[in-house]
């Protein structure tokens, strides 16, 4: 066997081993959530690029505004410029901090820079974004990033150890991102959130118009009482399992969700193995045209607990 022909047989395996590399590189950026429905789905990690250009962006913002302050309060031509200096920087770890907050609390984890980049800030665990940790994130942002910035900006000639400390910290610092899963900082890994990148609305077919619907909707009905127990929120799940119901890997998922939905809305009738996925089909169906005619009323349900309490039962 020449080498040619050796070369050519581990040419594959070589570019197998690469895709499977890429592949788990992909696997390792990417956030799973579980929710209470049991379906999981990926949220995809933002890069550092996007989240450096989001901090550049925010950054910029503070200064602005600090600068304002400073000359609101007529500072800058009263004092010296390193009076001035040190003000400025005072301020801008007051305006800083609170900026970062109020704006991901307001704008569900997106500060100006974020929206303007296509991110946002989640938790990982698939909870929503409490106040505890938007305030946790931030304030550790103060110790990471900017007060060894403050340091390294107003150092003098005669003393270089704090200036050293601060610029090893912030290599450190911006390290941390590189080796974690979820390209977590740290305020993120103590906060347990992480960054995203805003998901895409894709237009997808529509799930009510394809063709086993209308058999599957004479085959199954539902009564207005089942299906007040579902919202908008739980349709949605319900939709990406029907969508991903090709995928071998979801057949075990839609048997799950079929037994789950038979439960809770006290369906009677048997769902036979080889109907499950109809059946799930004709409650899309029904539940959707059912919250779009409620929507018109101006009786819109976000999830199964609004509404009265006959809703939280399970």
């Not at 696997?27 to 901090?55: M, N």
């Not at 704008?107 to 106040?131: C, F, H, M, Q, W």
């Not at 009482?225 to 057949?251: H, I, K």
């Amino acid at each position: 066997m020449t080498n040619g022909t050796i070369a050519q047989q581990a040419r594959p395996a070589r570019q197998k081993k690469a895709r499977q590399k890429r592949r788990d590189r992909s696997h390792a950026r990417t956030l799973t959530i579980i929710p209470p429905e049991g379906v999981p789905f990926g949220l995809r990690i933002a890069s550092l690029y996007a989240r450096a250009g989001a901090q550049i962006i925010d950054i910029i913002i503070t200064i602005v505004a600090s600068v304002l302050v400073l000359l609101a309060l007529g500072l800058t031509g009263s004092v010296g410029f390193q009076a001035a200096q040190a003000i400025g920087s005072l301020i801008f770890l007051v305006i800083g901090t609170p900026y970062y907050i109020i704006a991901e609390l307001f704008s569900n984890g997106r500060t100006p820079g974020k929206r303007l980049l296509g991110i946002r800030a989640v938790a990982v665990d698939g909870t929503g974004l409490s106040v505890h940790r938007i305030v946790v994130r931030n304030l550790m942002k103060e110790i990471e990033i900017f007060t060894p910035v403050l340091i390294l900006l107003s150092a003098s000639a005669g003393n270089l150890l704090f200036p050293v400390i601060a610029l090893l910290w912030l290599i450190i610092v911006m390290a941390i991102p590189m080796f974690t899963a979820q390209s977590q900082r740290l305020g993120d890994l103590i906060a347990g959130t992480a960054v995203i990148t805003n998901p895409s609305s894709a237009l997808l077919p529509d799930l009510a118009s394809a063709p086993a619907s209308e058999t599957a909707a004479e085959r199954f009905v539902f009564t207005p009482a089942q299906m007040d127990l579902y919202g908008a929120y739980e349709l949605q799940v319900l939709e990406q399992l029907l969508r991903g119901a090709r995928n071998e890997v979801n057949r075990p998922r839609l048997s799950d969700a079929a037994r789950r939905i038979c439960r809770k809305i006290g369906y009677e009738e048997a769902v036979a193995p080889d109907e499950e996925e109809a059946f799930l089909q004709a409650f899309y169906v029904a539940q959707r045209g059912y919250l779009e005619q409620k929507r018109l009323f101006g009786d819109a349900r976000a999830d199964k607990h609004y509404g009265s309490a006959d809703s939280h039962t399970s």
